[in-house]
Structures are given as structure tokens and as C-alpha cells.
């Protein structure tokens, strides 16, 4: 080795080393608006030289020897899971708010407020009874309520529907993104197989589809020594090497309701989800819009229940002549407290009033109709109750309709009322009713009683100008029930309110709390793997100032060997 | 939401940009929240903004609701008082002016002309008094208590009858209990004060398919439903009944006999006429006892041991109810229903069959389809009957038509208990020192009676034949079995006729109605045992007929009986500003707690704009170095310096 074959040799290698390491710097700084890039850095090493004719080994000039990509592997997995985190918990809170806004809890127009009205309008039937107009406003203030929470059912049905809908859709897009770590797995193994070194492009292109499929699951990745991410849904295994299992978006039929459920598309598996935008989702389906239906659906019930129970006693200005009750029994001759009579609300043994008034001299007869379900031997079926009626009660008759529901008629010119129902029975067959229904779905004022105000029960004495039982009615607003745990009917509707109120908060807490924690986390990792654009540009000014150097060192050395050729002439 | 402080060693050009991204985002957030509050003026949009506060003034507004409600009953309270105040001093004026008539036409200038004219002017004032008695309040008639749809009053069949109703309207003004807001007819113008009070109870035997809300209860607390502990001493043991479903008296022997042989006891209950019997093997003792700090078993009279055999209950007091079958009634005795009733008002007589009455109701509707205005209800001891007279200016009185169904009822108005001091509508039977009465049999003998002591009708009838006995004279005294009369019956075998004479000037001849020709062995006095309505139109027309007659006593009476209607009719002005004082103090008291319910909740979701304009411009102040620093580190770059 001489002069000219290593010094040339020193200086070509620093050349192209630095002009490598250059163009490093250059594909840093051209990705650093890339989101999730992993910055590169050039390992420049000096080479093994030959020995000097003194004997010693100044070494061989410089080599760029690899490429360091700056990544954390745990952080990346600690990235994940509290992206999945806050994505979940985002989730989870966009619903709550829609069902918040639904609500629309706090204003005049919500349903506390339109409860309270409800029963303050029964308020001013008991101060004024005789004015039909104000029975009116019960009316329609009544139907105001049922229809204002058959809307709200309707539209959490519709919410429950929706993210059906965005399930089906967010499932799609996983199983997608688990189909391209697959192929990035096979593209990965085979360009570092060829040894290349690690192929930076592509692991930066798997971690990004694998941080997108961990905001929809929680995913857990192990990789391979060939370079390959294999995935994993809790101890199932979605994704190995170059192979997806697939998700399927599966249509299920899940009490009454259809819900869209996660399975392998293999072998048609569950898959257990508990984290991620999937999660999130599934638990406000479940938890939050099912809950809430399940919730107005039990508020409406009781508000049916107990407003019947304590309308049907009462006695409106008008007699009633014929009546046909709102709720039918599955079979007239089973007990009416049986699973086989099949009544949403249940009677219980007691006894009840009827009394028959002959509208032109008001003379009435009152009878006491017993309704036995001591279970104790014979209890009382409709039959029964129809056949007692007929038997004992004058100028009255009871029928079974064909549709299995209580039928009472006075004879011309008489009319009737009932009073004192220990039993319910009356509100269990809808006799009298104010509401109809026996859900938020189907909850609706009586169509009789709509027509007719005077017929609104106002009274317990059977007098015109007393307001008894609309001021019981009243009351109902804020007596605490033994059905409800010794809570009022709003109590159970502002614990509803309450309950989600709470949740919201909670999700919303949790979110931010999540997202504080990726945040710090995609710090963390943008502390180690981001791009410093004036970091770059010092590296640019070091690796062209020794490009330079280099070229200077190989001008040099060419000065050099022109001193030499100049001895030659 | 705040921003987290970062810690990093190491600052990439991307996360520059993302932290000035979350910087903006958080106080845009931040600004807008606050803009929202300022422009709402409400702190709490939606309930998880402050789950608690939320709830506190869910529960405020339902409470606040509530009290604008009281508010509303007690704002109709106040007029309806005011509008009862103006008629009641319209009543008043009408019994001034009526006392000043009858005062102006006692004295000796008021002829027999002008007493004729003022009896014109009084028939006015009947008719002005009908209206304001008839008078409306927002479609109310304001004195017909709840029977307030229809004119309570109505002018006609010999009187004014009064159609409304005992029970008074009631508000809810204060959560406690309904507030009567309304004064009846019959405290205005005591309109059906004439009233027959029955006088025997009628408490029904029990029987298995009796309420339990129709007893009283061995205590008169009611029967509470619950659980009962039977033992059987010696024998099957200690179990428990569940009662807490039973609905009747039937339900309770039923679930005891059911227990019982579920635990292999050999008890029965059963009952009597007034109460539950258990029965045991006479081998075994029996005890009741309450299971916890239940009441029911003393409420069914059984809460005790009953060594050796049967345990039999106490009196369960039931409740006479409109739907009681006679047949139930006194104990299960039932009352004579083929004899009937005989109702007579002034000298109108009806019939009352109750042969096919089955229940109470059927005899109570029997009465007051008579149509003289007599109206029956069951009595608040609820044990037995009342009937009123309705009509003012006509008397009622009850008797036998032929058998014992009146007294059986407790209704009959002339009875051996009857008050001496009730007869004759309240002016009672004078007596003397000395004998009273003579009687004078047909074959002429006299016996003389002393009826100083007597305090009843029955005292009466036993003093006239103590004399007879004495006297040996065989005339008897007793009660006709038809109509309502004392009869004396002469067995002397004489020619004459029996009568009775006064003696002494005693009024007792009159007021016991024996002033009558009878048949030569019967006398039967005349009726005088009607009640009637001493209200005011009953002493309005009674004064128009004094005045009409120019009857200077009877306008002195009715002139008497006016002072006390102007009396009662200020007892009742009083009620009705009383009524009046505690709407207003009401009103008074709400409108406190309506404002400190809205301050309460205005506490809680109110902004408080102060510190929301102040936070907003920190905001501001923040967002602006925010975006003046971010913007300075963006443009700052080493890259400018590379040439």
C-alpha cells in the first residue's frame, strides 16, 4: 500500500461514509412531520487499516457500519395500552353526553320537570275539582309525559342502534389493520432476512397499524427473533406471522334486543375485548343505552302502577257506564296473581268497591267484591271475579272480552264507580285506568279518559266537589313507595339522573386521565425516537464539515502525487 | 382539564408542535366553557358537570315546584275566602234588617197593614238570602260543600230545601292535611240542624267475608295486617302465620287453620258473632303472642295463653258500612224489615217499605227516595243511623209503620229514651209542682199524675202507670206500635170516654200532645216528637207567617231566634277570617321558602360572573402567550443559519 492507493482510499471511504450519513440526516429531517417516525442515526465506525512501513496501524478511515433506529419496545407497549385506555374511555363518554343531551336534565323541558308538572297539575284538580278544564291540563300534561318518555326510549333505542351500526364498522377496520400486520410481518422477516439490518421503513409502518388496532382492542404483541409481531386478544392469538384469524362483526340476538358481537372468523370464537374504542363502545351500548332504557322503562312502570293503582279508586264526575279494561289476562280462568293470568302488574288478595248509582234519583248501592289470592285454596280468577259481579251486583254486567280483558256495563240509565281496592285488581286489569301501557315503549293516557275529562277519578267520596284522591295523586310526586325502596317516583327518576350524571363524570375523569398519561407517554417516546430539526441541522453542519474535510484530505493527497509525478519530467 | 407538565430530556420538533396543539385545545376548551357559562348565565349545563351539585338541585327544583303548587292552592284558598267573607256579610246585613223588622213590628204604632208589608219585605229577603246562599265562586257554589256543582238551596215544597253536602271543600296548603276551605249550608244557615240521631247501635256481628278495614279493632286502632306466633303448648310447638296479605275476616282463619296444619298443630280458628276463636286439643295448651313488634294479634283481639282449650277472642267492633246486610245488624240479631217505616213531615205522611232491602244502603236509599226531604246517613261512630230534615220550615218525625222496624233501627222519634226536653222541637214538656195530668177513665174515676221527675218519654209513660197501679184504675200507658204516639188504653169496662185534663195550668197536657179526642177506650196523643231545621230560613218564614198573621208573640219568638242566627252567623265570619288570617300567613310563610329554595338553587347552578369573567380573562391571558411563545419557538431554527 502506498500513498496513492491508501490515503485515496481513506478519503473516498470518509466520503462516501459521510455522504451516507448525510443522507441519513436528510431522511430524518424530510420525515420529522411524520407521525410516528422513528428517528435514525448513522453509526460511523474507523476501519481496521493496513500496518505503515514504520510498522504501525494508523487504521483504515471511516465506515458507516449501521443505522441506529432510536425505539423503546416496552414504552411502544405501554403507548398502546393507554391509548386503548383513553380511546375506551372516550368512547364510553361520547355516549354518556349524548344521553345527557338527550336528557336534557337541569332545563324547564326535561323529565323531572315534566313529571313534577304532571303531578302539580293534579294539585290544582283537587283545589278546583268541578273545573273540567283543568282536568283537561292532567290530561294532556299526562300525555305530554308519556309521549316525552316514549320519545326519549325511542331515540336511546335509536343511539343503542347507532353504535350497533359504528361497531360493525370500527370491527371492519380492526380486522383490516390485523390482515396488514400480517402482511407487514412476511415484508419485515424478508428484507431483514436478506440482511439489510433492520428494515426501519416497515417496522415504523407495523407500529403505526398496530397503534391504530390498539385504539380499537386491547392488544398484546410479542415478537419474533425473525422480526415478526405476533398479536394477541388476552390469551387468543389473532395475528401469527404472516397469518390473521380475522374479525368478524357478528349479529346476535341477546334477550330482546340485537347486539353486534366480536368473533374470530375462523373458528367463529368469542373474542374478549376490554379495552379500546370496541370496549368503550360495547359498554355504552350495554351498560349506559340499555341501562337507561331499562331504567325509563322501570320509572314508566311504576308511574303506570302507581298512578292506576290510586285513579282507578277514585271517582270522576261522570259515572262510568262502560268500561273495558286496558290490561287482558292470558287465561281468564288462572288465578289473577299467576304466572298464567300473565298481568304486568299483579293484583294481590283483597277486596274492592263498586258502587251503581241510578242516575235519576242518585240512589247508589255500593258492594264489596272480594278478590281472594290468600293462595289458601279457591283464588280468584277473572271467571271468578266476573261470575261474583254478575251474582251479587245489580244492574251491572261483567263480561270477558274476546281478547281476555274485564268488561263492565251498567244497565240504561244506571251508571257505576269503584272505590277502597285493597287488591290492585282493578289496576292490574286496567279497570279505570289513567295510563295504559306497562313500559316507557308503550306508556299512554287512557283513550276513554282522554275523551271524557269529567271522568278524571278526582274524588274518594263520590262527590263533585271533592278532590281527595287527585290530591293523593299529588302526593305521589313525593311519598316514598315501599315498591321503590321508600323512594317517591322522582326520587327513582333523579337517582337515574344521579347515577348518570356520575358515570358521565366518571368516563370523562377517566378519559383525561388516560389521555394525560399517552400524552406523557408519546413524550417519552418522541423524547427518544421524534426528530430535532436543530439536532439534524448540527449533525448536517458535523457531517458536512468532514465531507469536506475529506474532499480537502483527498485534494491534498492528489497535490501530493502531482509533486510526485513532477520529479518524473 | 389542565395541561401535564412534561418531563422529557429530549424535545423533538413533533412534540413542540403537539404540546402548542394540547396547549391550544385545553384553553380554547377552557375559554369556551366559560363563554358558555357567561352566555347562559348558568354554572351546571348538564348534570356531570357536578354530579352532586346535580342532584341537590334536582331535589331543590322538585321541592321549589312543589311549593309554587302550595302557593297556586293557597292563592285560590285566599280568594275563595274572601269571596265566602263578602257573601257571609251580605247573610248578615239580611239578618239585620230582618231584626230590625221584627223589632219595628212588636210595639203597638205597626199595625196589621204594615206588618203585612214587612212580611212582603221579609219574603224579599228569603229570596236575597236563597241567592247568596246560592252564590258561585269561579263555578263553586260556595256553601253546597262538596256537592258544589249544583245550587246547594233550592225554594219549594212548603220550605227551602238544602241539596248539599256535610263535608266542607279542602285545599292542600301546607303538606299537613287538606284545609277546609269552605263553609256548608249547614253552618251558615243551619240547615239541616233538625236531625233524628239514632239511639241504638247497630253494630253487626263479624263474619268471614268482613274487611278488615271495616273493623275496629280490639283497641280501635284498626286491624294492622302482619305476622301473629301461635304455640301449641305441649303440642306442635311455635309457628308463625303470615296475616300480612289477609283482606278479610275469612283470610285470617284461613292462613291461621292453614299454619296450623302445615306445622301439624291441631288448632282451628273459627269465629263468633263479635270476634276469632282459636280451638286446640283439650290435651294442649294454646298462646298467641305478637311475632316482633307487630300489633296484629292484640288488633284481632288474641294476643294472649289460653290454658286448657279454647281462646276466645275480644270484641272486634266492626263498622257499620253501607254495604252491611241487615241480616248482620245488632249483632246478627237483624231488625224487623216486613213492619216499615213511617216518615211524616208537617202533614205530608209516607211509607218506607224495606221488606227487600238487603243492606244498609238499601235502607238509607229507601228513606231518602221518600222525597219529604229526609236524608239518612250512617253516623261518624259509624255504629248507626242519623236522618236529617233538609227542608227549612217543615218537621220531621220517624215512626212505626207496623212493626218494631223503626226502633229495631234506633230511629223511631218518639221512644221510651227519648229526652222529655227534645220534644216538641226543643221547647221540651213543662211541668208543675204537683200533679200535671188527670186522667179520667170511663167509668169516671180520676188519677192524678205527677210528671216533675219524669226526664223521658219512657219516665212518662211508667209514671202514668205506677199511678194507674196505684189507683187501681185499668188504664194503661204505652206507645202506639204505629205512628208516633203515647196511647191510653182503658180496660175500666165503663160507658164513658177516657180523657186526659190539666191540671194545675200545667202545659204538659199540650205538650205531650194529649190534648185529643180519642175513641171511648183508646187516646193517642198527638205527634210531637218532629224535628225540624231551626235554621235561618225556617225562622225567616217563620217571622214572614208571624208577620202575615200579625202575630205580635210569634214576631217577638222568631225575633229571639234571629239574635241567635246574627250570633252564630258571627261565629261563622270569625271561621271564615280566621280561615282568611291563616291563608295569608301561609302565603306569607311559602313566599320565604320559595326564595330560599330559588337562592339555594341558584347557589348551586348560577354562574357567579364575577369569577367566571375573571377566570375567562386569565384564559384569555394564557392563550395568548400561548400562541405568541409557540409561534416565536416555531420560527426559531438553526436551519436559518446554514449557508
Redesign the interface.
Same mark, same amino acid.
Given at each position: 500500500m502506498g500513498l496513492v492507493s491508501g490515503a485515496l482510499q481513506h478519503g473516498k471511504n470518509a466520503l462516501l461514509s459521510y455522504q451516507s450519513a448525510l443522507q441519513v440526516i436528510g431522511n430524518n429531517v424530510s420525515n =420529522?412531520?411524520v407521525?410516528g417516525y422513528t428517528?435514525q442515526s448513522p453509526v460511523l465506525a474507523s476501519r481496521a487499516g493496513v500496518p505503515l512501513p514504520e510498522g504501525l496501524m494508523p487504521g483504515g478511515g471511516v465506515a458507516l457500519t449501521a443505522l441506529q433506529r432510536h425505539i423503546d419496545e416496552a414504552l411502544e407497549t405501554r403507548l398502546r395500552n393507554a391509548i386503548g385506555q383513553e380511546q375506551r374511555s372516550l368512547a364510553e363518554s361520547e355516549a354518556? &353526553?349524548r344521553v345527557?343531551?338527550l336528557y336534557n336534565?337541569?332545563t324547564d323541558e326535561d323529565l323531572?320537570?315534566m313529571l313534577?308538572?304532571f303531578f302539580?297539575t293534579f294539585?290544582?284538580v283537587?283545589?278546583?275539582p268541578?273545573?273540567v278544564p283543568t282536568r283537561g291540563i292532567v290530561i294532556s300534561t299526562g300525555q305530554a309525559l308519556a309521549s316525552q318518555m316514549r320519545r326519549m326510549r325511542t331515540e336511546l333505542l335509536d343511539m343503542h342502534d347507532q353504535v350497533n351500526k359504528d361497531l360493525v364498522g370500527v370491527i371492519r377496520h380492526a380486522n383490516q389493520l390485523a390482515g396488514e400486520v400480517a402482511g407487514l410481518n412476511i415484508e419485515v422477516v424478508r428484507a431483514e432476512a436478506s440482511g439489510q439490518g433492520a428494515a426501519s421503513s416497515l417496522r415504523d409502518q407495523r407500529d403505526r397499524v398496530l397503534r391504530q388496532l390498539a385504539e380499537l382492542m386491547d392488544i398484546q404483541t410479542a415478537e419474533t427473533p425473525e422480526g415478526a409481531v405476533n398479536i394477541y386478544i388476552g390469551n387468543e392469538p389473532l395475528v401469527q406471522y404472516g397469518q390473521s384469524r380475522g374479525l368478524t362483526a357478528s349479529q346476535e340476538q341477546v334477550g330482546d334486543r340485537t347486539v353486534v358481537a366480536v368473533r374470530f372468523t375462523d373458528n367463529n370464537g368469542t373474542v374478549r375485548i376490554n379495552g379500546g374504542q370496541i370496549a368503550g363502545l360495547v359498554s355504552a351500548r350495554d351498560n349506559h343505552m340499555h341501562g337507561q332504557i331499562k331504567a325509563l322503562d322501570s320509572l314508566a312502570a311504576n308511574l303506570i302502577r302507581q298512578v292506576n293503582l290510586l285513579h282507578s279508586q277514585g271517582q270522576g264526575?261522570d259515572g262510568l257506564t262502560d268500561v273495558t279494561g286496558a290490561f287482558a289476562v292470558s287465561d281468564p280462568a288462572a288465578a289473577l296473581n299467576s304466572e298464567a293470568a300473565g298481568l304486568s302488574f299483579p293484583p =294481590?288478595?283483597?277486596?274492592f268497591?263498586i258502587a251503581v248509582t241510578d242516575q235519576t234519583?242518585g240512589?247508589? &248501592?255500593?258492594?264489596?267484591v272480594?278478590?281472594?289470592?290468600?293462595g289458601?285454596?279457591a283464588d280468584s280468577s277473572l271467571d271468578d271475579v266476573v261470575s261474583y259481579i254478575n251474582a251479587n251486583v245489580g244492574n251491572l254486567t261483567a263480561s270477558v272480552t274476546s281478547e281476555n280483558r274485564l268488561r263492565l256495563q251498567a244497565d240504561g240509565n244506571w251508571s257505576f264507580t269503584f272505590s277502597?281496592d %285493597? %287488591?290492585g285488581v282493578l289496576a292490574g286489569l286496567g279497570m279505570n285506568a289513567f295510563f295504559t301501557g306497562d313500559s316507557a315503549a308503550n306508556i299512554g293516557v287512557d283513550a276513554d279518559l282522554a275523551a271524557a275529562p269529567q271522568r278524571l277519578a278526582a274524588?274518594l267520596?263520590r =262527590?263533585?266537589?271533592?278532590?281527595?284522591n287527585a290530591?293523593r295523586l299529588?302526593g305521589l310526586?313525593?311519598a316514598p313507595l315501599a315498591d321503590l325502596n321508600n323512594m317517591s317516583i322522582?326520587d327513582q327518576w333523579?337517582s337515574v339522573?344521579?347515577q348518570? =350524571?356520575?358515570?358521565?363524570?366518571a368516563a370523562?375523569h377517566s378519559g383525561?386521565a388516560s389521555h394525560?398519561v399517552s400524552?406523557?407517554l408519546?413524550?417519552?417516546r418522541?423524547?427518544?425516537?421524534?426528530?430535532?430539526?436543530?439536532e439534524e441541522?448540527?449533525n448536517?453542519?458535523r457531517y458536512q464539515r468532514s465531507f469536506q474535510a475529506a474532499a480537502r484530505y483527498i485534494t491534498l493527497v492528489d497535490q501530493l502525487v502531482d509533486e510526485m509525478l513532477a520529479m518524473v519530467r | 382539564?389542565g395541561i401535564?407538565p412534561? @418531563?422529557?430530556? /429530549?424535545? +423533538?420538533?413533533?412534540?413542540q408542535t @403537539?404540546?402548542l396543539l394540547?396547549q391550544m385545545r385545553v384553553n380554547t376548551l377552557r375559554m369556551f366553557d366559560d363563554q358558555q357559562q357567561l352566555a347562559t348565565g348558568?354554572r351546571?349545563?348538564?348534570? +356531570?358537570?357536578?354530579?352532586a351539585g346535580?342532584?341537590r338541585?334536582? *331535589?331543590i +327544583?322538585?321541592v321549589l315546584?312543589?311549593q309554587? @303548587?302550595?302557593q /297556586?292552592?293557597t292563592a285560590?284558598?285566599d280568594r275563595f275566602a274572601a269571596a265566602t267573607e263578602a257573601a257571609l256579610t251580605g247573610v248578615r246585613d239580611i239578618f239585620n234588617e230582618a231584626a230590625t223588622l221584627a223589632s219595628q213590628n212588636v210595639g203597638v204604632p205597626a199595625d196589621a197593614d204594615q206588618r203585612a208589608a214587612a212580611a212582603a219585605v221579609v219574603e224579599g229577603l228569603i229570596s236575597q238570602l236563597v241567592s247568596i246562599a246560592n252564590r258561585q265562586h269561579?263555578?263553586?257554589y260556595l256553601f253546597?260543600?262538596?256537592?258544589?256543582?249544583k245550587p246547594p238551596f233550592e225554594e219549594g215544597s212548603g220550605g227551602v230545601v238544602y241539596k248539599g253536602?256535610a *263535608?266542607p271543600?279542602?285545599? *292542600?296548603i301546607d303538606d299537613v292535611a287538606?284545609t277546609r276551605i269552605?263553609l256548608t249550608g249547614e253552618q251558615v244557615f243551619g240547615a239541616v240542624s233538625g236531625q233524628i240521631k239514632g239511639w241504638s247501635a247497630l253494630t253487626p256481628r263479624v263474619d268471614a267475608?268482613m274487611?278488615l278495614?271495616d273493623l275496629q279493632g280490639a283497641y280501635r286502632q284498626g286491624i294492622r295486617p302482619g305476622q301473629v306466633t301461635i304455640e301449641e303448648v305441649g303440642g306442635a310447638g311455635v309457628f308463625t302465620v303470615d296475616l300480612t296479605?289477609?283482606?278479610?275476616l275469612g283470610?285470617v282463619t284461613?292462613?291461621i287453620n292453614?299454619a296450623a296444619a302445615a306445622a301439624g298443630a291441631t288448632i282451628t280458628a273459627s269465629l263468633t258473632t263479635n270476634g276469632i276463636r282459636l280451638d286446640v286439643d283439650p290435651a294442649f295448651d294454646l298462646s298467641v303472642s305478637e311475632t316482633g313488634n307487630g300489633t296484629t294479634a292484640s288488633d284481632l283481639g288474641i294476643e294472649r295463653p289460653a290454658p286448657g282449650g279454647a281462646l276466645v277472642g275480644k270484641f272486634l267492633l266492626p263498622r257499620l258500612?253501607?254495604?252491611t246486610p241487615l241480616s248482620w245488624l245488632r249483632m246478627g240479631m237483624g231488625i224487623d224489615q216486613a213492619g216499615g217505616l213511617r216518615l211524616r213531615n208537617d202533614n205530608q205522611t209516607v211509607t218506607v217499605d224495606i221488606s227487600t232491602a238487603q243492606?244498609v244502603?238499601?235502607v238509607i236509599?229507601a228513606i231518602?227516595?221518600a222525597g219529604i226531604g229526609a236524608v239518612a246517613s250512617i253516623n261518624a261512630m259509624n255504629n248507626g243511623l242519623n236522618v236529617q230534615c233538609r227542608v227549612s220550615g217543615s218537621s220531621l218525625s220517624i215512626g212505626e209503620q207496623s212493626g218494631t222496624t223503626a226502633t229495631d233501627l234506633g230511629i223511631r222519634s218518639l221512644h221510651s229514651g227519648r229526652k222529655l226536653a227534645d220534644l216538641n222541637n226543643g221547647s221540651g214538656v213543662g211541668t208543675v209542682t204537683g200533679a200535671d195530668i188527670r186522667i179520667v177513665a170511663r167509668t169516671g174515676a180520676t188519677v192524678d199524675v205527677d210528671l216533675s221527675g219524669a226526664k223521658t218519654v219512657g219516665d212518662v209513660l211508667a209514671a202514668i202507670n205506677a199511678a194507674t197501679g196505684a189507683a187501681g184504675v185499668a188504664v194503661t200507658a204505652d206507645l202506639t206500635s204505629t205512628g208516633n204516639s203515647i196511647e191510653l188504653v182503658d180496660a175500666t169496662g165503663g160507658a164513658g170516654w177516657i180523657r186526659v185534663e190539666r191540671m194545675n195550668f200545667s202545659p204538659a197536657l199540650e205538650d205531650l200532645g194529649l190534648d185529643v179526642e180519642g175513641s171511648p177506650t183508646n187516646l193517642v196523643s198527638r205527634d210531637v216528637s218532629a224535628a225540624r231545621p231551626e235554621g235561618a230560613f225556617a225562622v225567616l218564614q217563620d217571622l214572614r207567617r208571624a208577620l202575615d198573621a200579625s202575630d205580635t208573640a210569634g214576631i217577638t219568638a222568631a225575633g229571639e231566634r234571629l239574635k241567635r242566627l246574627q250570633q252564630n252567623t258571627g261565629a261563622v265570619q270569625g271561621q271564615a277570617a280566621a280561615l282568611g288570617r291563616l291563608v295569608a300567613a301561609r302565603q306569607d310563610r311559602l313566599e320565604d321558602a320559595v326564595l330560599t329554595s330559588q337562592s339555594l338553587l341558584s347557589d348551586i @347552578?348560577d354562574a357567579d360572573y364575577t369569577e367566571v369573567i375573571t377566570r375567562f380573562t386569565q384564559a384569555q391571558t394564557v392563550m395568548q402567550a400561548t400562541l405568541m411563545t409557540g409561534s416565536r419557538l416555531m420560527q426559531m431554527?438553526?436551519?436559518d443559519?446554514?449557508r
Open positions: =420529522a412531520g407521525d428517528r354518556l &353526553v345527557e343531551a336534565e337541569l323531572s320537570s313534577g308538572a302539580n294539585a290544582d283537587q283545589g278546583n268541578l273545573d264526575l =294481590a288478595n283483597g277486596t268497591k234519583t240512589e247508589t &248501592v255500593e258492594y264489596v272480594p278478590v281472594s289470592l290468600t289458601l285454596g277502597e %285493597s %287488591s274524588a267520596t =262527590a263533585p266537589g271533592d278532590g281527595g290530591g299529588a310526586a313525593t322522582l333523579h339522573v344521579g348518570l =350524571a356520575v358515570a358521565s363524570a370523562r383525561e394525560n400524552q406523557s408519546q413524550a417519552q418522541e423524547a427518544i425516537s421524534g426528530v430535532n430539526m436543530d441541522a448540527v448536517l453542519m | 382539564m401535564q412534561i @418531563q422529557s430530556m /429530549r424535545i +423533538s420538533t413533533t412534540m @403537539q404540546m394540547e348558568r351546571l349545563l348538564v348534570p +356531570s358537570q357536578d354530579a346535580a342532584s338541585a334536582l *331535589n +327544583s322538585a315546584s312543589h309554587q @303548587q302550595l /297556586r292552592n285560590f284558598a269561579e263555578g263553586i253546597a260543600g262538596q256537592a258544589c256543582d253536602d *263535608n271543600l279542602s285545599v *292542600n287538606p269552605s267475608s274487611r278495614a296479605g289477609a283482606a278479610t283470610d284461613a292462613a292453614a258500612t253501607l254495604s243492606t244502603q238499601d236509599n231518602n227516595a @347552578q431554527s438553526l436551519l443559519f446554514l
